[in-house]
DNA sequence: TGGCACAAATCCGTATACTGATTCTCGCGA
DNA sequence: TCGCGAGAATCAGTATACGGATTTGTGCCA
């Protein structure tokens, strides 16, 4: 999405977002200025602005000791898929529209990866071929603008995603409907990959439901939620 | 949108961002950090932070002399009224279905002011209560991820809005199209709500191509653009 | 052993300083 | 008059420093 740059503040915001976006940061953690700039060998500055960007866009919050990837609430999942439910089915309809060649096979790629890696049970490996598959559609949506926020909106998920394939039921319907999207883009049938999707994303936001209800009835009396302090 | 707060870059940012708003700052102006310093009293990096943070947001470009605000293309607005088309009319009748009177009042109150202030050729207090209207149902928008979104998209047209009322077609069109939204706001009548604003939305992109296109034709082959260096 | 208070550490927000790149200015020469 | 080039000015990016608020750690006393 964003180029490398030779600019300090968005080398580092690219490392963060993928490390977000790859789910290598929990909750738990705390991202500290210092220390980024620190195993960058740079000043704090530049760490300091990457983190404060990425708190501007939704990521991370600020507490009082240190920047922490944002928890969704149940009804952030319900809100930010009432949004996801809006947009990508009519941006996956335009995709499946002005699909090339390169797009569908990088497609078919992600799909037998994902596949492969859920038989394996390689949830890293599922998750990032997860990224793939939703990033290669995307790169087919002209509209950049449209693009660009449901990208965003994707993201917000990335600190939710982990346990949903825990389930086998969950993991099997989500990679039925999966495949069903792909067909349809295979069949370049705008209609179909726009009602595929929509059905999609009401399973998606059922499975987040249930995955991050759960996390939060384990988490129960145990986290004190600390926020920043105004 | 933002509460005051008693943080420097919160304060400049919602300034900027409310200036960005009531289109008082032209493409031509140039907005430096060290100026907006000096004018709060305060160092640099606050107001740098702020500015950055209009960047991310797409309000501002960075030029190698200032930051200016972002002018947009053709392909732009159509690409922004895409997404405006999927969202706006499910969160304003979203927004129907949960109004309270006295949201009910403030959008009457609104429709009034724009009526008097169009009638009267005042173009600054038209924007205005433009502005009141559209934060007046975003205000019975439950959703705040939907909401913020919606917010965003707008106000990026601020750039743009200066000129769309000058020709009394596109205006008279323009109020026809908004007290039906509001008629049908007050009826409680979603479905109505969504499909008004459907139509004020496709209205609402050709004024803005149209004014665009004359913009542009006028300044052709005087400005060459600089872009900030990579 | 447990609570309490005081000291130390942590980390954000802001200020100031320096550097390098780009743009502007102005004067010189054709 | 116009083009050109060297120096000045501007401004973003980065580094370093300090203050203050909050949290954490520690040791004393009941």
């Given at each position: ?88 089915p009519r941006a996956a309809a335009s995709a499946a529209r ?92 705008p209609l179909a990959v726009h009602?595929?999707m ?33």
């Open positions: 999405m964003d180029k490398p740059s030779q600019n300090l503040v968005e080398t580092i915001y690219s490392d963060l977002r993928l490390r977000l976006q790859r789910s290598e940061v929990s909750p738990s953690d705390r991202l500290v200025d210092t220390e980024i700039a620190d195993s960058y060998g740079i000043s704090r500055m530049p760490a300091r602005e990457a983190l404060l960007r990425l708190v501007s866009e939704g990521y991370l919050i600020g507490t009082t000791r240190g920047f922490a990837v944002r928890e969704l609430s149940l009804a952030d999942i319900s809100g930010l898929f009432e949004v996801r439910r809006q947009l990508e002005d699909m090339t060649p390169d797009v569908e096979a990088a497609l078919t790629d992600a799909i037998s990866r994902i596949e492969q890696t859920l038989s394996d049970g390689n949830i890293p490996g599922l998750l990032a071929a997860n990224v793939d598959f939703r990033n290669t559609w995307l790169r087919a949506v002209t509209n950049p603008h449209m693009a660009v926020t449901i990208s965003r909106f994707m993201d917000y998920f990335q600190s939710v995603r982990l346990g949903t394939f825990a389930d086998p039921a969950v993991a099997s319907r989500y990679i039925d409907g999966l495949s069903a999207i792909h067909r349809a883009f295979l069949a370049h049938d009602d595929r929509t059905l999609f994303m009401f399973a998606a936001e059922e499975a987040y439901l249930s995955v991050r209800r759960r996390q939060l009835e384990e988490a129960e009396a145990i986290h004190p939620i600390r926020r920043r302090r105004k």
